[in-house]
Structure formats: C-alpha cells, structure tokens
C-alpha cells in the first residue's frame, strides 16, 4: 500500500463521499475511516435526504428508509466502493458489511481485505 496511513484513510474517505454522491445525488456530510489489520471501518453522517429523516420518525417510515438504503447499498454502492478501495490499498476486499442508525443519519460500513493493511 503505498503512502502513509493517514493519508489512506483521507484517500478512502473521499472516495466513500464521491461514490455516495455519484449514486444519490447527496453525499454524507462527514466521512471518517480507520484502517485496523485487515479492516477499513466507515462512518457516515448526514448522508440521508431531509424528507428521510422526517420519514424515519416514525415506525413504518424507519423501515421504509432502511430498506430503501440498505437495498441501494448493497446493489450499488458498496460494489463500486468495494471496487475502488481494492484498487487504492492494493488489496482486494473479500468481504463487507453495512449498517445504518435512520434515527440519528448515521451508517458504518467495514470492508475486510485479504491482507493486512497496516
């Protein structure tokens, strides 16, 4: 992997920015990455759209949203980020998962790699 953690991680979190934007027409409004052995952990915030965060106030609109986002990460983002953070670390990833907090427009996606990065 070449530069310095530090600024791999800055390289990632742009790239996670990019990519949301690309496929929603919104990007998070911060983006923060550590990388730990084999693992890229992320955090998103802010990336839903206004009239989401009111749906997810109630109930039905919650699963509504997440089912909505967890669809659209699975079929659209997370491939193309998967993709794209391979080529960056020199790694490929074998393995990612996705997770979101509707409530507080919070998500966290991990990326494993098939070697240490670090």
């Given at each position: 992997m070449a530069g310095g953690t530090l600024e791999i991680e800055g390289d990632i979190a742009a790239i996670v920015s990019r990519v949301i934007k690309e496929s929603t027409g919104?990007?998070?409004?911060n983006v923060t990455v550590y990388i730990k052995k084999n693992m890229v952990l992320t955090r998103m915030e802010g990336f839903m759209f206004p009239g989401e965060t009111?749906?997810?106030k109630s109930k039905d609109g919650?699963?509504?949203v997440m089912l909505f986002r967890k669809n659209l990460k699975r079929e659209v983002t997370l491939p193309v980020l998967?993709?794209?953070i391979s080529n960056l670390v020199g790694q490929p990833i074998t393995r990612?998962?996705?997770d979101l907090?509707?409530?507080i427009n919070e998500g966290v996606a991990v990326f494993l790699t098939q070697g240490d990065l670090e």
């Open positions: 919104k990007g998070p409004r009111k749906l997810a919650m699963e509504q998967s993709e794209e990612y998962y996705f907090q509707p409530e």
